[in-house]
């Protein structure tokens, strides 16, 4: 398959084969030290193609000619933070077993909060960034006998909860979502049956989110103008054009181009969510969690027949964090209240007695965060990745995911 064009995005940042001045004083080392520091703050808030450097060098309380003592351009200094992450990692994240491994991670966030925002802020636009990272996690799980399914399994919820638990206003225990990944979701661990097959049958239906033609016909616009060229390069004229209506009349309906965007990602949540709830309700005889996997499969499918709208909720999150809070929570909310209807009809039996006192709101609230996380990097996995196109690696992946979800792990805390 020919590799897809991301425009501003997936950018190789090469490093710099002038040599540059290294610090050998203690004041340059701190020079050098406060333009990083300074541009992971402004990178924990802002994408890289909103941050400058002025913006560096004013934060750090240097003059422009010092940024360029120690660095060509912004991305060879982001490339020394990525590498500065990559290589902490690989010290930091040793343990015994996965999940000592998995703690420290959390440790390791927490120490570097805003690190960690920059990283996550940013992924999207450098497929190289993303592929380091999967590179350290891969290494470390093979290391404690973890599978290709089984690492996605691991790590997926873990990397979500850090990156969006804030944001969705939930509080995590470590050690309770750790041990909801390890012993997995289902109080009884039956021998399983093969999946239902109507759970890889759903085909996603067109949803109409607008009664307003012209309206959406903007925003329809604006989905394929976002997703091919990108939110930063595409402007109103270009979507006014596209639509063959003038400038004037956007504004009739959107005060700024923010505002699109805003409207598009809600656009787009709802059909998503139109669909994912179709599809599980044609497999409703079934336990919740053939219901979840029918769900996922869902969530692909409808991507796949909009790829520029998975692009654009991506790169929405980089932009504006409030865009990111409402996506999500708009998602876990119903989530949670759709989890709590299936534990109390008895279609989702709960591992509860691994919990100890945690009541059953907060463990539906960590359920829904793992099988979020899951869907997540689900997209990340086959939609950013150009592989929709494979039904059946989908198909035999998701199976795997079901027998962790309701088997669990299978290994040690």
């Known amino acids: 398959m020919k590799k897809r064009e991301m425009p501003q995005k997936n950018v190789k940042i090469t490093r710099n084969k002038k040599a540059k001045r290294i610090p050998q004083r203690a004041d340059g080392i701190e020079s050098k030290n ?15 193609s909103n941050v400058s450097i002025s913006q560096i060098t004013k934060h750090a309380g240097l003059s422009t000619a010092a940024f360029y003592q120690y660095y060509i351009n912004k991305d060879e200094l982001f490339r020394e933070i990525v590498d500065d992450f990559i290589r902490d990692l690989k010290h930091s994240l040793e343990g015994e077993s996965i999940t000592d491994v998995a703690l420290k991670y959390f440790e390791y ?15 999207y636009h450098f497929e190289w960034l993303r592929n380091e990272f999967e590179d350290v996690i891969q290494s470390i799980s093979e290391k404690h006998g973890l599978t290709d399914v089984g ?30 990944i390890v012993n997995g979701i289902q109080k009884e661990k039956k021998e399983l049956q093969n999946l239902p097959k109507e759970v890889f049958t759903f085909t996603p239906e067109k949803h ?4 307003d033609e012209k309206r959406e016909l903007i925003l329809a616009n604006a989905e394929s103008l976002f997703g091919t060229y990108g939110y930063q390069k595409t402007q109103i004229y270009d979507i006014a054009k596209a639509s063959g209506i003038g400038v004037g009349t956007i504004y009739l309906y959107f005060e700024n181009k923010k505002e699109i965007l805003r409207e598009l990602v809600r656009w787009i949540n709802k059909g998503l969510r139109y669909n994912v ?20 499969y869902a969530f692909v499918q409808f991507f796949k027949s909009h790829a ?15 865009i990111a809070k409402d996506y999500y929570t708009s998602i876990f909310i119903p989530y949670c209240k759709a989890l709590e209807n299936s534990f109390n009809d008895g279609k989702l039996q709960l591992n509860s007695e691994k919990f100890g006192t945690i009541d059953t709101k907060s463990i539906l609230q960590y359920i829904a965060m793992l099988l979020m996380g899951i869907g997540h990097y689900l997209g990340e996995r086959y939609i950013l990745a150009g592989k929709v196109s494979d039904t059946e690696k989908l198909e035999r992946f998701l199976e795997d995911i079901y027998v962790y979800l309701s088997k669990s792990l299978g290994v040690a805390m």
Do not use: T
């Open 109 to 123: 966030c927490k120490r570097n909060k805003n690190l960690i925002q920059a990283i996550h802020l940013n992924e």
């Open 208 to 211: 109409v989110l607008e009664v």
């Open 308 to 322: 520029n709208m998975y692009k654009i909720v991506r790169e929405s999150q980089s932009l504006d964090l409030e």
């Open 277 to 296: 709830r179709k599809a599980m309700e044609n497999v409703k005889q079934y336990p919740r969690l053939v219901q979840e996997i029918a769900g996922l």
């Open 151 to 180: 690492l996605f399994y691991f790590w997926s919820p873990i990397r979500f909860v850090i990156n969006f638990g804030e944001l969705l206003g939930v509080k995590v225990e470590p050690n309770v979502l750790l041990s909801l």
């Open 34 to 48: 406060k333009l990083k520091k300074a541009a992971i703050g402004l990178l924990s808030k802002n994408s890289f």
